[in-house]
């Protein structure tokens, strides 16, 4: 319940930067405006969200006669956790990685790069799903799908608040209703940067939980500590072509480069802890 409770304030501040952007905009009009496009971007991204991902990376559907060894693979991992086979996609990309989406375990899908299947053995991509698999179960990727919908949104109207800050502000309303033009200047800059440390807060604690059940769901842990050290070191030479920061964080590992102390701002916790948890898990160490 605590983590349920910390996600939900965490999508609520999501929202209310949303709404603090269409006021500087626009005044109380522009928080109305804002509350809706919200609540119109929650409806979207529970109905739709899957399809608008995998459409943003052109991931093409597989099946058991076109990618039987990673069907496989999913179906006795689905099977033995007791949920439905998810859908199969492909993105061909030689940067390797992976995510889950979806609002729930019966619409699920699952997506892997063509490159993740040249540079790992069979034994690492399970690891791999069975990570991307816990996200399911443990209904993980409805919150990244919204959180990334209303980060695009709020990245959105921080560009709009920009321009028109530049230009003077938006006209049509008093000063004190709508924050001025500093305001709008402060909010463009920062709003951004805001929504990107939610994502964070919501990102990196449900990989871990991913890890962990995903390794107990596989029975062996380092299936995916291997896994996490190859595509670490691939995303760092060749980061992920037409990757945003608004989905960055449903995949496995961080698809951006984030060296130096951008690291500390990534959506993702840092490998080397991931992999630390893992190896302990392996040998009964406590995390």
């Not at 319940?1 to 905009?25: D, E, R, W, Y």
């Not at 028109?164 to 709003?191: K, P, V, Y």
Request: hydrophobic share 50%; with cysteine; glycine share 10%.
């Amino acid at each position: 319940m605590g983590s349920f409770l910390k996600t939900t304030f965490l999508l609520g501040a999501l929202t209310g930067l949303l709404m603090l952007i269409g006021g500087l905009i626009g005044g109380r009009g522009g928080v109305v405006v804002a509350f809706i496009i919200a609540a119109i971007m929650n409806f979207v991204s529970y109905w739709f969200s899957d399809k608008m991902v995998l459409a943003a990376y052109s991931a093409k559907p597989l099946d058991a006669s076109s990618a039987p060894e990673l069907y496989s693979i999913v179906n006795e991992l689905a099977t033995s956790a007791g949920i439905p086979m998810p859908r199969l996609y492909m993105i061909e990309t030689d940067t390797p990685n992976a995510f889950a989406t979806g609002r729930n375990p019966r619409h699920a899908a699952v997506a892997v790069t063509s490159g993740i299947m040249r540079i790992c053995s069979r034994d690492e991509i399970k690891g791999v799903l069975g990570h991307e698999l816990s996200h399911v179960i443990n209904r993980d990727i409805l919150t990244s799908s919204i959180a990334a919908t209303l980060a695009g949104a709020i990245m959105m109207l921080a560009y709009v608040a920009r321009f028109g800050a530049l230009f003077g502000g938006f006209g049509g309303r008093e000063e004190d209703e709508g924050g001025g033009i500093i305001g709008l200047i402060a909010i463009s800059l920062l709003a951004p940067f805001a929504a990107m440390l939610i994502q964070l807060a919501i990102s990196r604690t449900r990989e871990y939980q991913a890890d962990a059940s995903g390794a107990r769901m596989t029975h062996n842990p380092l299936l995916l500590a291997n896994a996490l050290r190859k595509l670490e070191s691939a995303n760092e030479r060749m980061p992920l072509p037409d990757a945003g920061p608004a989905t960055a964080h449903l995949f496995i590992v961080n698809p951006l480069t984030a060296g130096g102390i951008m690291r500390l701002f990534s959506t993702h916790p840092p490998i080397e802890e991931r992999i630390r948890r893992l190896e302990n898990m392996a040998t009964g160490r406590a995390a």
